[in-house]
Structures are given as C-alpha cells and as structure tokens.
C-alpha cells in the first residue's frame, strides 16, 4: 500500500532529485577553483570566466527548452539535458591533453590545455542543467495540478541542499575530485533512466501529452513575447525582476554587510549567511499553503516578510536582532519561488506554459545577474546603508506590483 501511494510521487521524487543533481555539479566548481589554480596554473579570473560562461549557457538555456518541451513533451527535454550534462560530467573524469591556448595581454595570458577540457565539459553542464529548471515547473505543474505549490516546494527544497553538499563533497574528496563527477554522471545516467520509464504514464493521465494548440502562440519568439503584453503577466513579471534583483544583490554581499555595516565577527557572518539557506526549508511550508490559502495571498506573505527582513537589516543592530533580520528576509525570499512558480503557471496557457515561463526566467536570471554589479558599485560610491536601502526599494516595488495585480483581479 505504501510502495503503490510512493508510485504516485514517483514523477515529483524522480524530477527533484534530477534537479538535485544538477545544482550539485554546478556547485562542486567554485570550492575547486584553488584546487585548479593549484594543479593548473590558472587565474582567478580564469577560473572565474569559466564558471561565468556555465552559468550564462544556462541562463539562455531557460527559453529554448521551454519552447521545446511545449512541442516535444517535457520529458524528452529533461532526459536529454540530463545527458548532456552527464556527458560534461564524464568528461572532466580523465585528464585530456589539448594545446595550451595563448591570448592577447591582459588578465589572462594564457590557459592550459588540460583546463580547457575542463571548460569543454563545464559547457556541457551548463547547457544540460540549463534544460531542467523551466521544464520541471511546466511538468510538476501538469501531473499535480491540485497540488502544484506543495510539488514546487518540494522540488525546490530538495534543490537547495545540492548546493549545500556540493562543498562538503569537495571537502572530503580532495585530492580526487574527479571521482566526484563519475559518480554524479552515473547518478544522472540512473535516474534519467527511471525517469523516463516512469514518468510518462503521468502525463497520459493527465492528458497532456502534447500542446492542446488552443492558445493562439504560433511558436515564434515573437509570439511568446507577447504573452508579456497581457496586463496582469506583464505586472508579475515586474514582480520577479523587482525581487530577482534585489535578492541577488543581498545574497551577494551580505556577508560583507554583515562584518562592515553590521560590525559582527566574522565566524558569526558566515554562520548568519549559511542560515540565510538553511531557512530554504519553509518552501516546503510555503508550497502547502499556496494550495490552501491561494496564490496571491501568499505571496503578499512572502514579499512582504523579506520587505520586513531587510528593513530590520537597516534598522537593528547586535547578533540577536540582525539574526532574527536574516532568517526573516531568508523565509520571505525562500518561500517566495514555489509561489512564484504556481502563480506564473496560472498565468500562461497551457500549450505556451514552457516557452513563456522560459522568457520569465530568462529576464529575471538577467536581472538577478546584474543586482551584485550595482550593488558593488553603489556600496563603493555611496555606502552599505545606501546600497541595501536600493535593494529593500527593489521588494517595495515587487509588493507595489502585487497590489496593482490584485486590484486588477478585484476589477474582473
């Protein structure tokens, strides 16, 4: 009895651990740049513009494997960025000798070849982790359409720790690093295979095999952009770029905050920021309650928790009050995203459900990728107070926005 209510999750468990996996690879890469400066020679900077270029093919990966998944069926296309990204995995495994690469002077001078077949395979997880994210959301979304918050949460929770164990994983595997990504390839090799035997038959019971074509999309880029002109979609995407942004710019710098502004030792900043994550697991909480309370309730809460995290940031001083400032911007911005994700899929039609959230990701991942930038600069020419007074602006907006959207709703 229990094996047959376990099969029925076996769509949701088989999706976020695929998904564990892939914040998991992505995340071994920065504990072993010193490793690889150590073994290769290479810059920071060197280091740095390979993880940038993963990331960046995984950002302009959200769009197309939308549109895809919306011809193609969501399955095929995670199954296939997962092989991919297990190909990148297998390649970092065996050194392969490659000429050295000189460059014009500047920063970087030269890379060693044996480093740019770890860049070789780098690209190929960022292009194969880069297919997940968009997918899972329109697919999770499809099978559990009673319960999409708690499937969300659930899938997002499970995430986060990816990027938990991925340093502790390095740890304890140094010197052999390398043995890290053939064990994550064959992970990824296994659970691809029962995903794709088992997943499927969720989607025949829900009749969503293939696009119902009913939603006036002809498929273009165009044409997914134009969802964007639909009042209340154009609204709540000002809501993600708002607070994309104005978390990107906290998470980058508050340990830094923390030590300067905040005057903490910095043992206690960096137990405050792994906090900041830890608190990932009110996403479960926050899943359940969008299918109990609704959507837009919810996120009301959740905005407005990190409007009060970061107000209390400016405000508050000692370990105490600035912790209890953290976790409560931490449950905020945390539980926002499966609210975030079951809204946006109420938004879009059905056969545009992939691509349109594509376009969603792809704008606020943009904007989340510029917030550290600007609040750098700000933090050089203005101060802390300044710069994370801009960022709580930023969630002030988003809560602006959500009224706007619910004053629309109340219209209808």
């Known amino acids: 009895m229990e094996l047959r209510r376990l099969a029925r999750y076996d769509a949701l468990i088989l999706t976020s651990l695929l998904w564990f996996m892939a914040k998991f690879v992505r995340y071994l890469f920065p504990p072993l740049f010193e490793p690889f400066q150590a073994a290769f020679g290479v810059s920071n ?31 095929r296309v995670i199954a296939g960025g997962a092989v991919v990204a297990a190909v990148g995995s297998l390649a970092l495994v065996v050194p392969v000798p490659l000429p050295d690469l000189s460059l014009p002077a500047g920063p970087v001078r030269s890379v060693p070849g044996e480093f ?38 659930v899938l997002d929770t499970v995430a986060a720790f990816g990027g938990v164990v991925a340093p502790l994983a390095v740890t304890y595997a140094l010197p052999d690093w390398r043995g890290l990504f053939l064990a994550s390839a064959l992970i990824v090799a296994a659970l691809t295979v029962l995903f794709v035997r088992r997943t499927p038959r969720h989607l025949e019971d829900e009749g969503t095999t293939a696009p119902s074509g009913d939603g006036g999309i002809d498929g273009s880029v165009a044409g997914y952009l134009q969802l964007m002109t639909v009042p209340r979609v154009g609204l709540f995407v000002g809501v993600t770029v708002a607070f994309a942004f104005a978390y990107n710019g906290v998470v980058a710098f508050l340990p830094l905050y923390l030590t300067e502004a905040a005057e903490l030792e910095p043992g206690v900043a960096n137990t405050l920021y792994s906090g900041l994550f830890v608190v990932s697991l009110i996403q479960l909480g926050t899943g359940e309650l969008t299918d109990r309370v609704g959507r837009l309730p919810m996120l009301f809460v959740t905005v407005g928790a990190a409007v009060a995290g970061a107000a209390l940031l400016l405000s508050v001083q000692g370990v105490v009050a ?8 931490g449950l905020g911005a945390h539980g926002f995203r499966p609210v975030r994700s079951a809204f946006l899929m109420s938004l879009l039609p059905d056969d545009a459900a992939g691509g349109g959230l594509g376009v ?12 550290p930038g600007v609040t750098g600069y700000l933090i050089d020419t203005r101060g802390y107070d300044a710069a994370f007074a801009t960022l709580g602006g930023g969630l002030v907006v988003a809560l602006a926005l959500l009224g706007a959207i619910a004053v629309m709703r109340g219209e209808e």
């Open 45 to 75: 900077t060197a280091a740095g513009l390979a993880f940038s270029a993963l990331m960046t093919l995984y950002a302009l990966m959200q769009f197309p494997s939308g549109v895809i998944a919306d011809r193609q069926g969501p399955v």
């Open 116 to 153: 740019l077949a770890i860049v070789g395979g780098m690209l190929l997880i960022g292009v194969g982790t880069g297919a997940h994210k968009t997918v899972a959301v329109r697919l999770l979304a499809a099978v559990h359409r009673d319960r999409t918050g708690r499937a969300l949460g």
């Open 322 to 329: 600035v912790a209890a400032a953290v976790v409560v911007f």
């Open 360 to 371: 969603v990701r792809t704008v606020l991942m943009t904007a989340g990728a510029v917030a």
